[in-house]
Structures are given as structure tokens and as C-alpha cells.
């Protein structure tokens, strides 16, 4: 709005956004996916505890942390090099708060060249396209889903399961076995490393963090399917005894 009242010429700097969606929907393994989910759980977590989650990083999922925050850093720290040798007085660059990092070190780099050194496109992706259709279809789905709920408004969730494609049939019931589960409470909890669970949560007469190990042994990261039916029974039968 600023920009409009003084005349400025206003420049979007990020790639479509369809594009981030399709190349997280299509070139993203599960596990890694999950992987983001728990770096995420522990950032969001961090308001609540006096320290910080240690580990809590997205870097610790490459394939996510590499389409979803490298590949912009590089777009948007060259559109602001684009911007800056086009003999305007003064360049304002509006930009998330984790993207500051990135975009300062390619700026300072030794090259001093932002530009991609591929284009980030859906049309040429330079990851693998993730194989295997059906029910790892719908599960990759469900835990993207989960990701940006996490890590974005709502108004961008909304955005990308308009935009995306709708998944065959046969994906359709792990998707939202995989959805639910993932949106619970218990496995929220089960993402936590085992010293911060314990300043979130404690249970009476028992660990928590045993009481959660059917949960995160579903877990894609532990070799696990994503899903469990009958662990979801359980899980929905507890949240009605305790309504």
C-alpha cells in the first residue's frame, strides 16, 4: 500500500507459487516431508519453552529445505540484483524473515551472481520426480498439506489445494489416514526431541515419551508407513473419552 501511495514501482521478486507447489507435490520424498514436519513442530514449539529445540532446523530435510527456501533465497535475492541495475534511487526489498539469511549470503558471495543455476520451474526440476503412485501419492500429499499448515497461513494452504491436482482414487484413503494422523496432538508430540517433550507435556505414572512410541513408529522417518488404521481408532477413541 505505501509503495502504490508514493508511486513506486512494484516488483513481485518470488517465483509462482504454483511452481513451489508442484515441484514440493512431485519431487519431495515422503520421509523427507516428515522430516519437515518435525523441524517445523520444534520451531513452533520454541514460544513455549525458555531454549530452543536444538535441532530444530528445516536444513534437516534437504529436499523440502532446498525448493522451499534455497531455491528462493537465489530468485529473490535476483530479482533485488535485477532491480538495483535498473538506476532506481532507492530499492526496498519485502521479504519473510527466514529468507534474510539466504539472500544475504548470495548477495555477499565471491561471484556476486544470484542468478539460478537452473531455471525453477515445474518444466525442468533438477531433483528426481519421486516415483511410485497410489498410496505413497496420497500419503506425500497429506504430509505436504501438513508442512504448509505449519509453516504458512492459511490463506496459502487454501491456495495450494486449490491449485494442485486432484489425487486417483486409489490415494484418496491414505491421504486422509495420513492427514489425521499427522494433525493429531499425540503426533505433534511424538515429533518433539525426548529433553523438550518433557518441559511440553508429562504424563501420570508413565513417560511420555514411551507412551508415544506406537505413534512415531508410524513415522516415515522410522521406516514406518505413515499411517495406521487401527492406531488411528485408538487415537480417536481417546479424544472421545476425554470429551
Not at 512431485?26 to 520454541?46: F, G, P, R
Not at 544475504?104 to 551472481?113: E, G, M, P
Not at 505433534?188 to 529433553?195: C, G, K, S
Request: net charge negative; hydrophobic share 40%.
Amino acid at each position: 500500500m505505501a509503495a502504490f501511495i508514493i508511486g513506486a514501482k512494484v516488483v513481485h521478486g518470488d517465483r509462482p507459487k504454483l511452481d513451489t507447489y508442484l515441484r514440493l507435490d512431485k519431487l519431495v520424498s515422503a520421509a523427507d516431508l516428515d522430516l519437515a514436519i518435525e523441524a517445523q513442530v520444534c520451531i513452533n514449539h520454541t514460544d513455549c519453552l525458555s531454549d530452543s529445540c536444538g535441532h530444530a532446523d528445516l536444513r534437516q530435510a534437504a529436499e523440502t529445505h532446498h525448493i522451499f527456501t534455497i531455491e528462493r533465497d537465489r530468485i529473490l535475492c535476483q530479482s533485488l540484483q535485477q532491480s538495483s541495475q535498473d538506476q532506481f534511487q532507492c530499492v526496498v526489498g519485502v521479504v519473510g524473515i527466514a529468507h534474510v539469511p539466504g539472500i544475504i549470503q548470495q548477495w555477499n558471495s565471491d561471484k556476486r551472481d544470484c542468478t539460478p543455476e537452473h531455471p525453477y520451474t515445474s518444466a525442468a526440476p533438477p531433483l528426481q520426480v519421486q516415483a511410485g503412485g497410489g498410496a505413497m501419492q496420497g500419503v506425500r500429499r497429506a504430509l505436504l498439506e501438513r508442512f504448509i499448515e505449519l509453516s504458512c497461513s492459511s490463506a496459502v494452504h487454501a491456495d495450494m489445494q486449490r491449485q494442485l491436482s486432484s489425487l486417483p482414487a486409489e490415494a484418496v484413503h491414505p491421504y486422509a489416514l495420513t492427514r489425521e494422523l499427522y494433525g493429531s496432538p499425540r503426533m505433534l508430540l511424538a515429533m518433539l526431541p525426548q529433553d523438550h517433550l518433557h518441559k511440553v507435556c508429562s504424563g501420570w505414572n508413565c513417560d511420555m515419551w514411551d507412551v508415544l512410541k506406537p505413534v512415531r513408529d508410524v513415522r516415515l522417518r522410522y521406516g514406518g508407513p505413515g499411517f495406521n488404521e487401527e492406531l488411528l481408532w485408538e487415537l480417536r477413541q481417546l479424544y472421545f473419552d476425554l470429551g
